[in-house]
């Protein structure tokens, strides 16, 4: 499972704010979207598609507006890949 080093505190060479970031990406990106999948078992096309899929997401901010997701935030969501 994705998240098994990280809540089994194996990941330790990162800070914990690093933990905490990758730990977010995580359960709100990378779980919802694909699931138990193996990494190794996610294809370029899967991949694709949720980059995609990510830059149609949004959010709302506590003023109330609506946001699209940062290409920051994508790209460090992908890179937990």
């Known amino acids: 499972m994705i998240l098994a080093p990280f809540y089994a505190g194996a990941d330790t060479l990162r800070k914990g704010s690093s933990q905490d970031s990758i730990k977010g990406h995580v359960t709100k990106?990378?779980?919802?979207?694909?699931?138990k999948m193996q990494v190794k078992d996610i294809t370029e096309k899967e991949g694709e598609e949720f980059v995609a899929a990510l830059a149609k997401m949004s959010?709302?901010?506590?003023?109330?507006?609506?946001?699209?997701l940062s290409a920051t935030l994508i790209h460090n969501t992908v890179s937990v890949l």
Not at 59 to 68: A, F, L, Q
């Open 29 to 35: 990106y990378l779980l919802p979207h694909f699931g």
């Open 59 to 68: 959010y709302i901010r506590s003023n109330g507006t609506r946001r699209m």
